[in-house]
């Protein structure tokens, strides 16, 4: 079946710096990347699509310089969360498809805290 | 704006015990309807895809269920095991929009005790 690679699962950091996350889609070209975030006992929260060689498009209150994502590829995309502070601390995770007729397969996570 | 409900928000039940959650959306016009496992701190886990022409799907002890026309779809587990406790969220892709992306119910957290 279809596979999402993210890396790293966990990641601590000091505030102000910036933290990259990645998402490979291992068996499929992946179409479509979704970036989520996941507060404790909450549903995701779609944070931004990245379609291979355009420019995210972000959800409303999503800051697009302090998340910035890159989708170079039809197999990876990358969230760069740039002056990370506290509040940033979260569980992203992302998700990629190969198609509007096609099921969403899920990255296995990555808890940021930042210290 | 399509909006996702699920219930219950927290079922526990005994080893052995079939269960069904409920997952409704309020409009109708999807591409596919996902069910997904969430374990704690982990991501999610597709556990079934129904495309909208589609009334169910099985996968072991699993079945989902779509009524499109109702807004609605069910999640069957049968005989169910400590092994199935976790999270179960319940997404669907809608048409229209430029992102196509899922929108996810609030889950319902499943305890299973042996």
């Known amino acids: 079946g279809a596979v999402v690679s993210q890396h790293p699962s966990w990641v601590i950091c000091k505030s102000g710096t910036s933290v990259k996350i990645e998402c490979r889609s291992l068996?499929?070209?992946?179409?479509?990347m979704f970036w989520y975030r996941q507060f404790p006992k909450q549903s995701l929260m779609l944070m931004a699509t990245?379609?291979?060689?355009?420019?995210?498009?972000?959800e409303q209150g999503v800051e697009k310089d302090k998340f910035l994502i890159n989708h170079a590829s039809l197999t990876l995309s990358t969230l760069t969360v740039t002056s990370a502070h506290p509040e940033d601390s979260s569980f992203y995770i992302c998700?990629?498809?190969?198609?509007?007729?096609?099921?969403?397969?899920f990255g296995s996570g990555t808890r940021l805290t930042v210290v | 704006k399509q909006e996702v409900t699920q219930i219950p928000a927290a079922l526990s039940v005994p080893e052995g015990e079939n269960l069904v959650l409920n997952c409704s959306f309020t409009?109708?016009?999807?591409?596919?309807l996902q069910w997904f496992r969430q374990d704690p701190g982990k991501g999610l886990t597709s556990l079934l895809l129904?495309?909208?022409?589609?009334r169910e799907q099985t996968s072991g002890r699993l079945n989902a269920s779509l009524d499109k026309s109702s807004g609605r779809s069910t999640l069957y587990i049968a005989a169910s095991q400590p092994g199935d406790s976790a999270t179960y969220l319940c997404?669907?892709?809608?048409?229209?929009?430029?992102?196509?992306?899922?929108?996810f119910g609030k889950g319902t957290k499943l305890s299973v005790k042996p």
């Open positions: 068996d499929f070209q992946a179409t479509t």
């Open positions: 998700s990629a498809t190969g198609g509007k007729s096609y099921g969403y397969t």
């Open positions: 409009d109708s016009a999807i591409y596919n």
């Open positions: 997404a669907v892709r809608n048409y229209g929009g430029s992102q196509g992306n899922l929108i």
């Open positions: 990245s379609n291979e060689g355009s420019k995210a498009t972000y």
């Open positions: 129904i495309q909208s022409s589609q």
